[in-house]
């Protein structure tokens, strides 16, 4: 069975402070996304990555930042955490880009204050 | 502008009656629809994808149908459970230069009870 794992469940943290989301996954997939999900708007894509040290923008790339510096590790980072930026976020992987399924994490419900 | 839209954004069924969800989508050029599954504090989980030349999948008691000319797709659930109280997220990709690109719909709120 496919597992992505994320390192939190709930996080919390204060306005400024910078947060670091990871996302693992065992499967050897080439490609990696970070999305975010809130209530009414369904899931966002903030950040993709087909290959190592390769990131593309989503649809709401704004105030984060990813890294991918293994295969199976992609990580989203909030340079300077706002309010706006409370969210469910949630991390998938795919074997390919075309009919291939999206494996989700379990996701990561962040609460900025 | 590419747009998946869910009806009903939620729904109440007694256990063991079946129900089905409908996904109508606006998304060019077309490659594939997928139907997730999202419990309560969980990520998503596929339920069944199809490509353009596919009108019926089932996955056990699910069976989902696409009308690509009309661009409407649904979800059948047979013999509800208590267990299939979730979101049920419609989602369709469009074929771009660097791969697929994934519309997604806000989900149905199902509740089944006793």
């Known amino acids: 069975d496919v597992k992505v794992t994320q390192s939190s469940r709930y996080l919390v943290k204060r306005t400024g402070e910078k947060v670091f989301l990871e996302c693992v996954q065992d499967?050897?997939?080439?490609?990696m996304f970070w999305y975010r999900q809130d209530p009414g708007l369904g899931l966002r894509l903030i950040y993709f990555?087909?290959?190592?040290?390769?990131?593309e923008k989503g649809d709401i790339p704004e105030g984060y930042s990813v890294s991918r510096e293994k295969k199976e590790r992609f990580s989203l980072i909030l340079e300077s955490a706002s309010t706006n930026q409370t969210s469910m976020y949630l991390c998938?992987?795919?074997?390919?880009?075309?009919?291939?399924?999206?494996?989700f994490g379990p996701g990561t419900r962040l609460t900025v204050t | 502008k590419n747009q998946v839209e869910q009806s009903p954004q939620s729904l109440i069924i007694l256990e063991g009656k079946n129900c089905t969800l409908q996904?109508?989508?606006?998304?060019?050029?077309?490659?594939?629809l997928r139907w997730y599954k999202q419990d309560t504090g969980r990520g998503p989980v596929s339920l069944t994808i199809?490509?353009?030349?596919?009108n019926t999948k089932s996955n056990g008691r699910y069976t989902a149908t696409l009308d690509a000319d009309t661009k409407q797709s649904s979800l059948h659930i047979t013999a509800s459970q208590l267990s299939d109280s979730a979101s049920y997220i419609c989602?369709?990709?469009?074929?771009?230069?660097?791969?697929?690109?994934?519309?997604f719909g806000t989900g149905t709120q199902l509740k089944v009870e006793l």
């Open positions: 998938a992987s795919s074997l390919g880009t075309r009919t291939y399924e999206q494996y």
């Open positions: 996904c109508n989508y606006t998304v060019s050029p077309f490659s594939n």
């Open positions: 499967m050897d997939h080439e490609n």
């Open positions: 989602v369709v990709s469009a074929l771009t230069g660097g791969g697929n690109k994934l519309t």
């Open positions: 990555s087909y290959d190592v040290k390769m990131k």
């Open positions: 199809m490509t353009f030349s596919e």
